[in-house]
Protein backbone atom coordinates (compact mmCIF):
# COMPACT_ATOMS: atom_id res chain seq x y z
CA UNK A 1 0.00 0.00 0.00
CA UNK A 2 1.29 3.41 -1.27
CA UNK A 3 0.63 6.92 1.26
CA UNK A 4 2.13 9.89 2.85
CA UNK A 5 2.23 11.48 6.00
CA UNK A 6 2.44 14.60 6.45
CA UNK A 7 3.24 16.22 9.50
CA UNK A 8 2.87 18.97 10.97
CA UNK A 9 3.35 20.30 14.62
CA UNK A 10 3.58 23.19 17.27
CA UNK A 11 1.88 26.40 15.48
CA UNK A 12 1.22 27.86 18.69
CA UNK A 13 -1.43 29.99 16.53
CA UNK A 14 -2.01 33.27 18.82
CA UNK A 15 0.79 33.92 19.15
CA UNK A 16 3.27 36.35 17.54
CA UNK A 17 5.80 34.18 17.08
CA UNK A 18 3.52 31.59 15.93
CA UNK A 19 1.58 30.39 12.38
CA UNK A 20 -1.19 33.04 11.33
CA UNK A 21 -3.05 33.46 7.78
CA UNK A 22 -2.77 37.13 6.57
CA UNK A 23 -6.57 36.15 6.06
CA UNK A 24 -7.47 35.60 9.28
CA UNK A 25 -10.04 37.78 10.72
CA UNK A 26 -11.26 38.30 14.40
CA UNK A 27 -14.41 39.75 16.05
CA UNK A 28 -14.45 41.89 19.28
CA UNK A 29 -17.26 44.52 20.21
CA UNK A 30 -17.22 47.43 18.11
CA UNK A 31 -19.32 50.68 18.88
CA UNK A 32 -22.72 51.24 19.68
CA UNK A 33 -22.52 47.55 21.06
CA UNK A 34 -22.11 46.57 17.13
CA UNK A 35 -19.51 43.41 16.76
CA UNK A 36 -16.33 44.80 15.03
CA UNK A 37 -14.02 42.24 13.04
CA UNK A 38 -10.87 42.72 12.06
CA UNK A 39 -7.08 41.42 10.51
CA UNK A 40 -4.46 41.25 13.36
CA UNK A 41 -1.15 42.46 11.99
CA UNK A 42 1.39 40.03 10.98
CA UNK A 43 5.01 40.19 12.43
CA UNK A 44 7.52 39.69 9.75
CA UNK A 45 8.60 36.70 10.57
CA UNK A 46 5.32 35.10 10.75
CA UNK A 47 4.97 36.26 7.08
CA UNK A 48 7.94 34.52 6.08
CA UNK A 49 6.88 31.47 8.01
CA UNK A 50 3.45 31.97 6.04
CA UNK A 51 4.35 32.23 2.69
CA UNK A 52 8.28 30.75 2.62
CA UNK A 53 7.79 27.78 4.63
CA UNK A 54 4.11 27.07 5.10
CA UNK A 55 2.54 27.87 1.52
CA UNK A 56 6.03 26.66 -0.26
CA UNK A 57 5.91 23.46 2.04
CA UNK A 58 2.14 22.83 1.31
CA UNK A 59 3.51 23.36 -2.81
CA UNK A 60 6.20 20.91 -2.29
CA UNK A 61 3.97 18.41 -0.52
CA UNK A 62 1.32 18.46 -3.65
CA UNK A 63 3.68 17.58 -6.21
CA UNK A 64 5.52 15.18 -4.48
CA UNK A 65 2.55 13.36 -3.36
CA UNK A 66 1.25 13.36 -7.05
CA UNK A 67 -2.10 12.13 -6.20
CA UNK A 68 -1.16 9.63 -3.17
CA UNK A 69 -3.33 9.48 -0.42
CA UNK A 70 -1.97 11.79 2.17
CA UNK A 71 -3.11 11.63 5.94
CA UNK A 72 -1.85 14.63 8.11
CA UNK A 73 -0.62 14.55 11.56
CA UNK A 74 -0.95 17.71 13.61
CA UNK A 75 1.12 16.52 16.53
CA UNK A 76 0.15 19.16 18.82
CA UNK A 77 0.15 22.91 20.37
CA UNK A 78 -2.14 23.66 17.68
CA UNK A 79 -2.55 27.34 20.21
CA UNK A 80 0.02 29.30 22.53
CA UNK A 81 -2.53 29.29 25.43
CA UNK A 82 -2.87 32.09 27.76
CA UNK A 83 -0.52 30.99 30.60
CA UNK A 84 1.95 32.77 29.48
CA UNK A 85 1.14 36.17 28.32
CA UNK A 86 4.11 37.57 26.12
CA UNK A 87 3.23 38.36 22.38
CA UNK A 88 -0.01 37.09 22.58
CA UNK A 89 -2.08 38.27 19.29
CA UNK A 90 -5.01 37.75 21.16
CA UNK A 91 -5.40 35.82 25.21
CA UNK A 92 -9.30 35.03 24.18
CA UNK A 93 -9.70 31.58 23.88
CA UNK A 94 -11.57 31.86 20.76
CA UNK A 95 -9.57 34.05 18.70
CA UNK A 96 -6.76 31.54 18.98
CA UNK A 97 -8.94 28.82 18.31
CA UNK A 98 -9.85 30.94 14.95
CA UNK A 99 -6.55 31.90 14.02
CA UNK A 100 -5.13 27.61 14.50
CA UNK A 101 -8.20 26.97 12.42
CA UNK A 102 -7.63 29.11 9.39
CA UNK A 103 -3.96 28.05 9.40
CA UNK A 104 -4.58 24.64 9.32
CA UNK A 105 -7.71 24.61 6.67
CA UNK A 106 -4.88 25.80 4.18
CA UNK A 107 -3.79 22.09 4.14
CA UNK A 108 -7.03 20.96 2.58
CA UNK A 109 -5.07 21.79 -0.64
CA UNK A 110 -2.93 18.78 -0.36
CA UNK A 111 -6.43 16.76 -0.36
CA UNK A 112 -5.89 14.40 2.92
CA UNK A 113 -8.06 11.50 3.48
CA UNK A 114 -7.71 11.57 7.08
CA UNK A 115 -6.70 14.50 9.42
CA UNK A 116 -5.55 14.15 12.94
CA UNK A 117 -4.32 16.28 16.02
CA UNK A 118 -2.44 15.47 18.85
CA UNK A 119 -3.24 17.28 22.24
CA UNK A 120 -0.28 19.60 22.96
CA UNK A 121 1.42 20.43 26.15
CA UNK A 122 -1.98 21.84 28.48
CA UNK A 123 -0.67 25.08 29.47
CA UNK A 124 -0.28 25.97 25.72
CA UNK A 125 -3.57 24.22 24.77
CA UNK A 126 -6.17 25.92 27.15
CA UNK A 127 -5.85 22.19 29.08
CA UNK A 128 -7.06 18.25 28.31
CA UNK A 129 -6.58 19.17 24.78
CA UNK A 130 -9.12 21.73 24.38
CA UNK A 131 -7.56 23.30 21.81
CA UNK A 132 -7.01 20.58 19.64
CA UNK A 133 -10.57 19.21 20.13
CA UNK A 134 -12.56 22.76 19.19
CA UNK A 135 -10.25 23.01 16.18
CA UNK A 136 -10.80 19.80 14.89
CA UNK A 137 -14.73 20.31 15.74
CA UNK A 138 -14.16 23.29 13.38
CA UNK A 139 -12.31 21.44 11.07
CA UNK A 140 -14.97 18.75 10.16
CA UNK A 141 -16.88 21.57 8.41
CA UNK A 142 -13.82 22.82 6.37
CA UNK A 143 -11.82 19.79 5.20
CA UNK A 144 -13.35 16.94 2.81
CA UNK A 145 -12.22 14.22 5.34
CA UNK A 146 -12.72 13.01 8.95
CA UNK A 147 -10.73 14.76 11.43
CA UNK A 148 -9.87 13.27 14.62
CA UNK A 149 -8.40 14.61 17.68
CA UNK A 150 -6.86 12.41 20.32
CA UNK A 151 -4.27 12.51 23.22
CA UNK A 152 -2.45 9.89 22.49
CA UNK A 153 -2.76 7.26 19.49
CA UNK A 154 -1.89 3.95 17.62
CA UNK A 155 -3.18 4.25 13.66
CA UNK A 156 -3.22 1.58 11.63
CA UNK A 157 -3.18 2.47 8.23
CA UNK A 158 -3.41 -0.41 5.85
CA UNK A 159 -1.23 -2.71 8.16
CA UNK A 160 1.46 0.27 8.95
CA UNK A 161 1.05 1.33 12.43
CA UNK A 162 1.76 4.80 13.60
CA UNK A 163 2.19 5.99 17.25
CA UNK A 164 1.85 9.51 17.72
CA UNK A 165 2.01 12.13 20.74
CA UNK A 166 3.11 15.36 21.71
CA UNK A 167 5.75 14.55 24.13
CA UNK A 168 9.38 12.60 23.32
CA UNK A 169 12.25 12.35 23.57
CA UNK A 170 14.10 15.08 25.93
CA UNK A 171 15.97 17.71 23.88
CA UNK A 172 19.38 16.96 24.60
CA UNK A 173 22.73 18.79 24.13
CA UNK A 174 23.96 19.02 20.48
CA UNK A 175 25.78 16.10 20.14
CA UNK A 176 23.85 13.62 22.05
CA UNK A 177 20.66 14.99 20.52
CA UNK A 178 20.52 11.80 17.99
CA UNK A 179 21.37 9.44 20.97
CA UNK A 180 18.70 10.91 23.27
CA UNK A 181 16.38 10.09 20.11
CA UNK A 182 17.50 6.98 19.17
CA UNK A 183 17.51 5.48 23.07
CA UNK A 184 13.46 6.83 23.31
CA UNK A 185 12.72 5.07 20.67
CA UNK A 186 14.77 1.73 21.29
CA UNK A 187 13.10 2.02 24.68
CA UNK A 188 9.52 2.23 23.20
CA UNK A 189 10.04 -0.70 20.49
CA UNK A 190 11.33 -2.87 23.61
CA UNK A 191 8.45 -1.94 25.80
CA UNK A 192 6.13 -2.93 23.01
CA UNK A 193 7.67 -6.37 22.32
CA UNK A 194 7.99 -7.42 26.18
CA UNK A 195 5.45 -5.39 28.05
CA UNK A 196 2.69 -6.08 25.48
CA UNK A 197 3.76 -8.75 23.67
CA UNK A 198 3.63 -7.27 19.89
CA UNK A 199 5.42 -5.62 16.91
CA UNK A 200 6.36 -1.46 17.75
CA UNK A 201 4.61 0.49 15.50
CA UNK A 202 6.78 1.54 12.23
CA UNK A 203 6.20 4.60 12.84
CA UNK A 204 6.54 7.02 15.77
CA UNK A 205 5.81 10.98 15.68
CA UNK A 206 6.68 13.45 18.25
CA UNK A 207 6.22 17.25 18.71
CA UNK A 208 7.17 19.14 21.77
CA UNK A 209 10.75 20.27 20.98
CA UNK A 210 10.42 22.57 17.83
CA UNK A 211 12.96 20.91 16.67
CA UNK A 212 13.61 18.32 13.64
CA UNK A 213 15.18 14.68 14.09
CA UNK A 214 14.63 12.07 11.70
CA UNK A 215 15.98 8.37 13.43
CA UNK A 216 15.50 4.89 11.79
CA UNK A 217 16.37 2.72 14.65
CA UNK A 218 16.84 -1.26 14.06
CA UNK A 219 17.22 -3.53 16.74
CA UNK A 220 19.31 -6.72 16.77
CA UNK A 221 16.89 -8.98 15.76
CA UNK A 222 16.35 -6.86 12.23
CA UNK A 223 13.05 -5.28 13.81
CA UNK A 224 12.97 -1.39 12.59
CA UNK A 225 11.15 1.59 13.89
CA UNK A 226 11.31 5.17 12.20
CA UNK A 227 10.95 8.24 14.96
CA UNK A 228 10.33 11.14 13.37
CA UNK A 229 10.40 14.60 15.73
CA UNK A 230 8.71 17.46 13.89
CA UNK A 231 9.71 21.37 13.66
CA UNK A 232 7.98 23.75 14.89
CA UNK A 233 5.97 26.82 13.04
CA UNK A 234 7.05 28.62 15.68
CA UNK A 235 10.03 31.37 16.47
CA UNK A 236 12.11 31.61 18.77
CA UNK A 237 11.08 33.84 22.07
CA UNK A 238 13.39 34.66 25.37
CA UNK A 239 11.81 31.01 26.94
CA UNK A 240 13.16 29.19 24.05
CA UNK A 241 16.22 31.06 23.87
CA UNK A 242 16.76 29.86 27.59
CA UNK A 243 15.92 26.34 27.11
CA UNK A 244 18.11 25.88 23.79
CA UNK A 245 21.08 27.52 25.75
CA UNK A 246 21.23 29.69 23.06
CA UNK A 247 21.34 27.88 20.11
CA UNK A 248 21.94 30.47 16.96
CA UNK A 249 19.56 28.97 14.08
CA UNK A 250 16.21 27.55 14.06
CA UNK A 251 13.89 25.20 11.88
CA UNK A 252 10.71 25.65 11.26
CA UNK A 253 8.51 23.08 8.61
CA UNK A 254 7.08 20.17 8.11
CA UNK A 255 8.04 16.70 7.53
CA UNK A 256 6.68 14.40 4.28
CA UNK A 257 7.09 10.51 4.66
CA UNK A 258 6.86 8.46 1.92
CA UNK A 259 4.96 4.86 2.27
CA UNK A 260 5.48 2.68 -0.07
CA UNK A 261 4.39 -1.64 0.04
CA UNK A 262 3.74 -0.94 3.82
CA UNK A 263 7.14 0.10 3.87
CA UNK A 264 8.89 3.84 4.88
CA UNK A 265 10.99 4.76 1.67
CA UNK A 266 11.86 8.11 2.52
CA UNK A 267 11.27 10.82 5.36
CA UNK A 268 11.73 14.32 3.26
CA UNK A 269 12.10 17.64 5.46
CA UNK A 270 10.12 20.66 4.32
CA UNK A 271 11.81 22.65 6.46
CA UNK A 272 14.01 26.03 6.13
CA UNK A 273 16.79 26.98 8.68
CA UNK A 274 18.24 30.31 9.21
CA UNK A 275 20.29 32.27 11.57
CA UNK A 276 18.58 34.05 14.26
CA UNK A 277 21.26 36.29 15.18
CA UNK A 278 20.99 40.13 15.54
CA UNK A 279 24.04 40.10 12.81
CA UNK A 280 26.09 43.57 13.72
CA UNK A 281 29.35 44.90 11.97
CA UNK A 282 31.57 47.16 14.18
CA UNK A 283 34.30 49.32 12.26
CA UNK A 284 36.82 50.56 14.64
FE1 LIG B 1 5.14 23.76 21.39
Known amino acids: MDFHILNISDTHGGNRHGLMSPDTVLTTEGAEGKPFTFT ?15 LWGIE ?5 TAGRPVIVIHAGDVTHGNRFTESLVSS ?14 ELNRVKP ?20 EEVAERLRGVMGCEVAATPFGLLDIGGVKVDIAHHGPGPGVGWLQGNTARNYAKQHMMDEI ?17 AYRYERVELDDGIVSHLILCPSFCSMNGYARAVTRSIPWITNGMVLIDIQGGMVTDVHPLTKTIDIRE ?6
Open 40 to 54: PEMTPYQEWMWQDVY
Open 60 to 64: QAIKM
Open 92 to 105: RMSHQIAIAVRALA
Open 113 to 132: VRFFLVHGTDVHVFGEGTAE
Open 194 to 210: FKLHRLPPDIYIRGHNH
Open 279 to 284: HFKVTI
